[in-house]
């Protein structure tokens, strides 16, 4: 599985677009990229999944450069509900026998009103 | 749509004392099932998944057990709870061709006292 790095925690402004990076150097071809959101005391909430270029539905989107070595998961003008924790996993979308998640500790996203 | 339910939603017990948590599925067939624990200011650690009725495979050896029953249904048991049992047990299902797309129940908040 690849190995993945994203920053500790973050603080942001109500209204203000958040963008989270996740760096994975050691992606594999077949990997795909998935961000979760995890609001204390429940359990974590998939958001966007992708494999390259740009993705995007009613809650974020995510940007994946052609290298696919990182991946930024974008949040348009968050506010304080966004409070959360965001976690990027990397992995085949069929888990290819492997069906362990690796979460690692994610970023904990903190919104200022 | 599809719905996950986790019950009991909070639970103290006594060292020593036997556990069942009960997770069930709705609104979709022959679904992965996935156990995690986290403990707290913890990630989240796979106990047990399962891709079919009977099929049960651990991840960490330990005094828990699950089971499936039927196709939308997984408990996770154990004959005697340790201190250490103690923490925020999530239940989740995926398609099976998506692993790492995984909807997770509202967990239980287990106290081991």
């Known amino acids: 599985l690849a190995k993945t790095t994203q920053p500790i925690s973050m603080d942001s402004y109500e209204g203000q677009e958040v963008n989270i990076t996740c760096s994975h150097n050691n992606i594999a071809t077949n990997d795909y990229i998935t961000w979760y959101q995890q609001f204390p005391s429940q359990g974590p909430r998939f958001i966007i999944q992708?494999?390259?270029t740009k993705v995007t539905n009613e809650v974020a989107s995510l940007f994946i450069p052609a290298d696919r070595k990182s991946s930024t998961l974008s949040l348009p003008r968050v506010s304080l509900s966004d409070t959360a924790v965001y976690y990027c996993?990397?992995?085949?979308?069929?888990?290819?026998?492997?069906?362990?998640?690796?979460f690692g500790k994610g970023t904990k996203l903190s919104v200022i009103p | 749509s599809q719905t996950i339910h986790q019950w009991p939603a909070t639970l103290v017990q006594p060292v020593g004392s036997p556990l069942s948590l009960e997770c069930t599925v709705e609104?979709?067939?022959?679904?992965?099932l996935y156990w995690y624990r986290q403990a707290a200011g913890r990630g989240l650690q796979l106990l047990f998944y399962?891709?079919?009725?009977?099929?049960i495979s651990s991840e960490v050896p330990q005094n828990l057990s699950a089971s499936r029953p039927q196709d939308r249904q997984f408990i996770l048991s154990s004959k005697k709870l340790l201190l250490s049992d103690s923490g925020f047990y999530l239940c989740a299902w995926s398609y099976r061709d998506r692993v790492y797309e995984q909807y997770f129940g509202p967990g239980t908040r287990l106290t081991v006292t």
């Open positions: 609104g979709t067939s022959n679904p992965n």
């Open positions: 992708g494999y390259k």
């Open positions: 399962s891709v079919g009725i009977g099929q």
């Open positions: 996993l990397v992995g085949p979308y069929s888990g290819a026998g492997s069906y362990q998640l690796t």
